[in-house]
């Protein structure tokens, strides 16, 4: 009890305060900007960590990059142009409601589930971590084969269009993704002799190319949609309560899967929204309104990207094990604030580890009021003339991808996934499943050959082990099922044909 | 009288500081270097202990010389880009860059042109040797056991992991194995993501040994759900005092370990090579520097422009050796 106490007085300092406060406002303005991540917001902050106090170094992480993942739906539902990865899978959605007049309605939801999504993981950090992270160290290779295998067939399942165009968007995705040098050979693939692209493609410059950049090139060549009648903005949180209430089913289930995507080391918020979405959309009652502006979506992902941020701490504090690319900075922060991850920080250090819960909690809780304000400010340009916001987007755009290594070839990358997505979609292919494709891709690939090295190059392991076995039946079923489906409904139709030749 | 076109006073405006600094500079840098702010270019992406050893020495920097250090991260192409850009840097000392052991890998791989001689080696700041480890749960007390344990097993049937392919941890093994008399591949490398993943594995039961630098295996040694059985090291750790090096152990003479270190573009004057180096002696007997190293448990070590140059040839050498013997050296 009295480290409780302790942990209050730690964060009650002024300084602490403060470091949540500010670095709360700079992760909703970086998050929001296309092309920044959340994984920027936390890197672009490392140096600042070097002048504070311990909290206050870890609390400014942690706020910026909740913040950060939120504050990446803005953009998407206002412009569809998502601000973070994390963002892209229900975009679309989110921009239908945009267009349908329900703006406000679409950020309340984003802001309260992200809250509560970021206030429940941290109730799942504070009560099982010791638990959660035995789960995760009983992941091999072998269990993330299946589960990448799974997160790749949330493409079709998210899709609106056909399923083999989704399919299609993928694979070139995975194609993508085999460029470079960071491949289990360690080989340069697909390089043609270029230095840049050893490193391979990342997924931000595909992401912002697809998204943003082909948005632009779409506004300059289609007549100026018809403005969104003018009106007073309505309340944010207004409704969100009884959409609680109405999609409470889903909102747990988005809650429970972001903490299980968290926790597995190296799959991270981008995932976790991903699955999320797409069993909102196998499990629904109306699976047809989806894409159309229908909450139940944005409900279940956007909490559970928020919940798999708590989460992705777990292993981070237990066993410096990054759970996501935004913790693997914060385990060097720790070490050089001398709160060394290990079980002993549970015990000899709770005070400092009650102090990190209760800032997790108050930065959810600010998130609230602070991202109000920042909605506001950014539905401004839903009245702002389009030829004056896309000379700004694609500024942006080059920005965010040149900070990201002060490398001039990623702005060459963004133009080349710009003209790619603009092509696609005009074709009718979802960019969403090709970005899914190139943030996936290595994890299949490395899961699966470093398993067959482990095995020597037998596959009984991958039904053998426990846990792989369930997320193997799990995929063959998600596999099987429509095909099945397919089968059981052509059947019933059989008996019927062949009745009026036989007549 | 002609008219003063718009143009014309533009250009001259702006040529004007042009001028001035093209007459001022050389005159400056030969008698107090530097006047100006410094970028120093890091190879790899923010937020790494790469980019973290390269703020710190930035900013210790920053003291020394009284003018700003700024870290530039340059990636891409899996550090060649940014090893690349120090390299074709301008030699007058305003842009320097943390060289990392990778230099003395790509080239053998045939990634790149590029070789240690291409540099001014100005200072080497961090050395940190690999550890052997092993997961709590695995039999072997020792590392004679575990040495015992490889030679018995039919090649190929123990696991290791802990980088890519050819990765620099790869390579330790290579050299520990060979320097036992065995063949490189008698363990099977296992690739993987970084350390991080590989000790995960380890603890998860997937493999067997994980020869990754001691500070990366530290968050699971002090969870008490790994064991290091030795350094490949000359002498032990000061900070983990407990683990014995390979020689004193097993009596096998290898050592190898991942270096950072500070350089410039070939043809820096020597003036401001010597200044440069004089600085970073005392950053790196700083109080300040020996807290933050500590801290994030890696290595301390210095040498100065020559030392680091010579330990860079060696380096080479080694990794020649251990990637031709892997066969994994394409020149």
Known sequence: ?503 | MTPISRRGVLLGAAALPLAGTALARPALAQTRYPVRPLQLICPWGAGGGTDATARIVASLLERELGQPVNVVNRTGGSGVVGHAAINASNPDGYTIGIITVEITMMHWQGLTPLTYADYTPLGLVNRDAPGVQVSASAPYKDIKALAEAIKAAPPGKLKASGTGQGGIWHLALVGWLQAMGLKPDHVRWVPSNGAAPGMQDLVAGGIDIVPCSIPEARAMLDAGRARSLAIMAPQRDPLFPDIPTLKESLGVEYQTAVWRGIGGPPKLPAEIAAKLTAALEKVAKSEQYAEFMKSRGFGMDWADGAGFGKVMAETDKAMGEAMRAAGLAKS
């Open chain 1, 1 to 503: 009890m009295s480290d409780l106490i302790d942990g209050f007085i730690m964060v009650g300092q002024m300084d602490v305060l403060v470091a949540i406060l500010l670095s709360a406002i700079y992760g909703l303005v970086v998050g929001s900007l296309p092309g920044l991540s959340a994984t920027m917001a936390t890197a672009l902050l490392v140096p600042v960590t070097f002048y504070l106090s311990p909290i206050a170094a870890v609390a400014t992480i942690i706020s910026a990059s909740a913040m950060a993942i939120f504050s990446g739906d803005i953009p998407g539902c206002l412009l569809r142009i998502p601000g973070t990865p994390a963002s892209a899978a229900y975009t679309d959605e989110a921009y239908a409601m945009t267009r349908k007049g329900q703006a406000e309605m679409a950020l309340g939801i984003g802001l309260w589930f992200s809250a509560i999504g970021g206030i429940v993981g941290t109730l799942s950090l504070m009560v099982m971590a010791p638990a959660l992270a035995e789960v995760a160290l009983n992941f091999s290779s072998f269990e993330y084969f299946w589960l990448a295998v799974l997160g790749l067939m949330c493409a079709t399942l998210v899709a609106r269009s056909s399923p083999v165009k989704a399919i299609a968007s993928m694979l070139l995705g995975l194609l993508f993704s085999c460029i470079g040098m960071e491949n289990p050979a360690g080989a340069p693939r697909f390089t043609f002799g270029m230095t840049d692209l050893l490193g391979g493609i990342e997924p931000l410059p595909a992401l912002v190319g697809v998204f943003a950049l082909s948005e632009v090139m779409r506004a300059l060549a289609t007549a100026e949609p018809p403005p969104l009648p003018r009106r007073k903005f309505g309340s944010i949180l207004a409704g969100q309560w009884s959409l609680t209430r109405r999609f409470q089913w889903p909102m747990w289930r988005g809650n429970v899967v972001g903490i299980i995507i968290g926790v597995l080391p190296g799959a991270g918020a981008d995932m976790a929204a991903w699955v999320s979405y797409a069993l909102s959309k196998r499990f629904s009652k109306t699976p047809e309104k989806f894409g159309t502006g229908h909450p139940e979506g944005l409900v279940e992902a956007g909490a559970s990207n928020n919940a798999s941020l708590a989460s992705g701490w777990v292993p981070a504090l237990l066993f410096g094990i990054p759970g996501d690319t935004i913790t693997a900075i914060a385990i060097g922060v720790l070490y050089m604030k001398g709160l060394n991850p290990g079980p002993t920080l549970f015990t000899e250090r709770a005070s400092s580890m009650y102090a990190l819960y209760i800032i997790f909690i108050l930065a959810n809780i600010i998130m609230i009021p602070l991202g109000i304000l920042m909605i506001r400010l950014a539905t401004r340009v839903l009245r702002a003339p389009r030829a004056s916001i896309m000379p700004v987007i694609l500024m942006l755009c080059a920005m965010g991808a040149f900070a990201t290594g002060n490398n001039l070839f990623a702005i060459l990358l963004v133009g080349f996934f710009g003209v790619l997505g603009y092509i696609m979609e005009r074709n009718g292919y979802p960019v969403a499943a090709l970005v899914l494709g190139i943030v996936m891709g290595s994890m299949v690939e490395q899961s699966f050959v470093t398993s067959l090295i482990k095995s020597d190059n037998s596959l009984l392991p991958f039904f053998e082990r426990p846990i792989s076995a369930v997320l193997a039946t799990i995929t063959l079923a998600a596999l099987l099922w429509p095909v099945a489906a397919w089968l059981i409904r052509r059947r019933r139709r059989a008996p019927r044909r062949p009745a009026p030749q036989g007549g």
